[in-house]
Nanobody, 119 residues
């Protein structure tokens, strides 16, 4: 199983980034996907999540109206478009996959990609 995030980097306040998470080794289209982030000294927090079909998504209040999560089940990839970035968006961003089968959770994490918002 692999979840490989990309697209992070240094961006100025007000800028945009598109994070990608390319996956392999599991049935991507059967898993709900999420993006989490963890800033230095803080707990990991949910940023956005999307259902297995892409029909449902929701967002943390801190990024709502500035971010869009999407997925391409043909490419086994999930995306996070972030606009109007703020310094407080600086964090390591992680991709997360989860599926529950007969009461058992199957979950996988990526290794993370650094996003730094600074002038």
């Amino acid at each position: 199983v692999q979840l490989l995030e990309s697209g992070g980097g240094l961006v100025q306040p007000g800028g945009s980034l598109r994070l990608s998470c390319a996956t392999s080794g599991f049935s991507f289209s059967s898993y709900a996907m999420s993006w989490y982030r963890q800033a230095p000294g803080k707990e990991r927090e949910l940023v956005a999540r999307i259902s297995s079909t892409g029909g449902f998504s929701d967002y943390a209040d801190s990024v709502k109206d500035r971010s869009t999560i999407s997925r391409d089940n043909a490419k086994n990839t999930v995306y996070l478009q972030m606009n109007s970035l703020k310094p407080e968006d600086t964090a390591v961003y992680y991709c997360y996959a989860r599926r529950t089968i007969r009461g058992r959770d199957y979950e996988y994490w990526g290794q993370g990609t650094q996003v730094t918002v600074s002038s």
